[in-house]
């Protein structure tokens, strides 16, 4: 399977952003789909992930309540819907795919090739 991202953007503190991962060359669905960050000089980060089974989702502490995973299987695509916005939201986001529903980087086999999002203060 192969992973787009897009969506990314610049947008002023407190406002929100809609990410969009979109599958091809294979259904979407068999996945565990997960979003990561990498800001400048920091290491990739685990933002959420969406379980293949029955869509449940895990979110790190620091988005909770302020980002949203959802899936649309007839899209093929998983959503990361970014609310109230942060300066330190500031990185290239990432999505990928697993068999696993697991928060670490390392079991996602696939990636998509990242989207800028920058949030001014």
């Known amino acids: 399977v192969q992973l787009q991202a897009s969506g990314g953007g610049l947008v002023q503190a407190g406002g929100s952003l809609r990410l969009s991962c979109t599958a091809s060359?294979?259904?979407?669905?068999?996945?565990?789909v997960a979003w990561f960050r990498q800001a400048p000089g920091k290491e990739r980060e685990f933002l959420s992930t969406?379980?293949?089974?029955?869509?449940?989702?895990y979110y790190e502490d620091s988005v909770k309540g302020r980002f949203t995973t959802s899936r649309d299987s007839a899209k093929n695509t998983v959503y990361l819907q970014m609310n109230r916005l942060r300066p330190e939201d500031t990185a290239v986001y990432y999505c990928?795919?697993?068999?696993?529903?697991?928060?670490?980087?390392?079991?996602?086999?696939?990636w998509g090739q990242g989207t800028q999002v920058t949030v001014s203060s």
């Open positions: 990928a795919a697993s068999w696993l529903w697991t928060v670490e980087a390392k079991n996602y086999d696939y």
């Open positions: 060359r294979g259904s979407f669905s068999k996945y565990a």
């Open positions: 969406i379980s293949s089974r029955d869509d449940t989702t």
